[in-house]
Nanobody, 127 residues
Framework: QVQLVESGGGSVQSGGSLRLSCAAS????????MGWFRQAPGKEREGVAT?????STSYADSVKGRFTISQDSAKMYLQMNSLKSEDTAMYYC???????????????????????WGQGTQVTVSS
């Protein structure tokens, strides 16, 4: 019903920047929240940033001040600045079409509340 495709990943040195994009297609009018999640080898998936239809955002403490999530009518973005080696992970785009992640305070960072997922784009930060 909703298809998500990430792009923009790559390799960068610590301190560098990358901008990830998520293209959404299919029926997206009922989407309450969208977000970025990441998973490094041997680690659990973690929420990175989320955004609701009005532009309210939430960030993981580990990326606050460095990452910025945004969206337009067709895509969602994650601007990543001051990248650290700890940011190395597969980054996934996700959407919540059921409203599970949505609240008046914004969209949650819990992955299980999201219904649609992209295939991921790899981000590798070296020092």
């Amino acid at each position: 019903q909703v298809q998500l495709v990430e792009s923009g990943g790559g390799s960068v040195q610590s301190g560098g920047s990358l901008r990830l994009s998520c293209a959404a297609s299919g029926y997206t009018y009922s989407t309450y929240c969208m977000g970025w999640f990441r998973q490094a080898p041997g680690k659990e998936r973690e929420g990175v940033a989320t955004i609701d239809s009005e532009g309210s955002t939430s960030y993981a403490d580990s990326v606050k001040g460095r990452f910025t999530i945004s969206q337009d009518s067709a895509k969602m973005y994650l601007q990543m600045n001051s990248l650290k080696s700890e940011d190395t992970a597969m980054y996934y785009c996700a959407a919540d079409s059921l409203g599970d992640a949505y609240s008046s305070g914004g969209c949650g960072l819990r992955g299980y509340e999201y219904d649609y997922w992209g295939q991921g784009t790899q981000v590798t930060v070296s020092s």
